[in-house]
């Protein structure tokens, strides 16, 4: 195994989405990741459109590739033993399990500290502790309903709406990935693990803040919160002669370069437009400029003429249309695989590049409990155990 995060060892306590793209991201960069799953397996395996045998939807094997799969039911204790045994040997153990039922079962940080003073615990949580909304359910949805991310689109469309992804589950996951080679760091140099708290909640009311607190960042506030070019109606793809392409010239020499593609050389001078502080000013009219002007060429015509002007912009590109998309296809991204049990499936590979190496065995979203054997003789059980432990449905073996 190779990678930044070769030889880290992680227990994946996690289902549907945040908790398996945060551990995915581990295990693509090298780390072990032993993905434990309770009677029936991950949720996801079934709730997902797309799929050509049960428990082994699309959505499941894009977020599981490169783990082993361990099936136990923890309520018994055979299974809970198992899953200790599993602790005390990890570096890190990630759960997005309600804390409280961590708790209840012994799994809360400070009972396993005692166990293994080196590891790292990361709890991915839906609302931070301290506050009122500790402990509630949630899923993605109700995270962008609180967070703002849909009061962010009701200001731009008139209408409170989610994106049309589990963005909060991507965002906060890949967080929690990235706390946990912070915490890794330092462990490094203290040699003791620490507890990581990953609220999604207050992560996600980060990046809205970020982006939209503006001039309410002073007290008292100077003007309106939000970003008025990004919550403009015309923030989007603009239509063409045959299709749409996004343009986006931030600089005075894009800007201008632009003016002048369009035949309107006139609006460098224009003092809405004259400057960088003068178009965020003015940004409705040079979005509706923007917006208006491009119905006489094809998409691949601006892109065309952009390009050599070197002004952002890009076709724009539908779901289906990344299947084709040229740059994709000169990078490799998407990779053709045989699956045991799904015979050919398409994935996307690794996106980022480290000059010290990658991992190089890459491995299939595992089948519900198809490593449960060997991993329990890993950690010492014998066949008889493993035989007693099958007959308590205890375990899961496929």
Not at 97 to 125: Q, W
Not at 256 to 262: E, G, N, P, T, V
Request: proline fraction near 6%.
């Amino acid at each position: 195994m190779s990678g930044p995060l070769g030889g880290v060892r992680v227990v994946d306590l996690t289902t549907i989405v945040i908790g398996p793209i945060c551990t995915r991201t581990l295990a693509d960069y090298g780390a072990e990741v032993i993905k434990v799953e309770a009677p029936g397996g991950d949720l996801l395996r079934t709730m997902a459109e797309g799929s050509r045998n049960p428990g082994m939807s699309g959505k499941f094997i894009n977020f599981n590739r490169n783990k082993r799969s361990i099936g136990l039911d923890i309520k018994k204790p055979e299974g809970l033993d198992a899953l200790l045994r599993l602790i005390d040997r990890a570096d890190v153990f990630v759960s997005n399990v309600r804390p409280e039922a961590l708790a209840r079962a012994g799994l809360d940080h400070t009972s396993l500290v005692k166990r293994n003073p080196r590891l790292i615990h990361c709890s991915i949580l839906a609302f931070g502790r301290g506050g009122r909304y500790f402990n509630r359910p949630a899923y993605d949805p109700v995270i962008q309903s609180l967070s703002g991310v849909a009061g962010t689109i009701a200001r731009a469309t008139g209408e409170p709406r989610f994106v049309p992804m589990v963005m909060t589950d991507h965002t906060s996951g890949l967080i929690a990935a990235q706390a946990i080679g912070f915490a890794l760091y330092r462990r490094e140099k203290t040699g003791v693990g620490e507890a990581i708290d990953v609220p999604m909640l207050e992560n996600m009311a980060s990046f809205v803040s970020s982006e939209h607190l503006g001039a309410a960042t002073f007290d008292p506030p100077v003007g309106p919160t939000g970003d008025g070019r990004l919550l403009s109606p015309n923030y989007k793809p603009v239509p063409t002669k045959d299709g749409y392409v996004t343009v986006r010239p931030n600089t005075n020499a894009q800007a201008f370069a632009f003016f002048d593609a369009i035949g309107r050389p006139e609006l460098k001078t224009d003092p809405r437009f004259d400057s960088a502080a003068s178009r965020t000013k003015n940004a409705a009219a040079y979005f509706e400029v923007q917006a208006t002007c491009l119905g006489h060429k094809t998409t691949d015509e601006w892109v065309e003429l952009f390009d050599k002007l070197d002004v952002p912009a890009a076709r724009y590109n539908t779901i289906d249309d990344l299947l084709t998309d040229p740059h994709l296809k000169d990078v490799g991204f998407y990779k053709e695989e045989q699956h045991p049990s799904e015979g050919k499936i398409r994935r996307s590979k690794l996106a980022n590049v480290f000059s010290g190496g990658a991992r190089e065995n890459e491995t299939h979203a595992p089948l519900y409990g198809e490593h449960t054997r060997e991993i329990l003789v890993e950690l010492g059980y014998g066949a008889a155990d493993i035989g007693k432990m099958v007959d308590a449905k205890a375990v899961k073996i496929s």
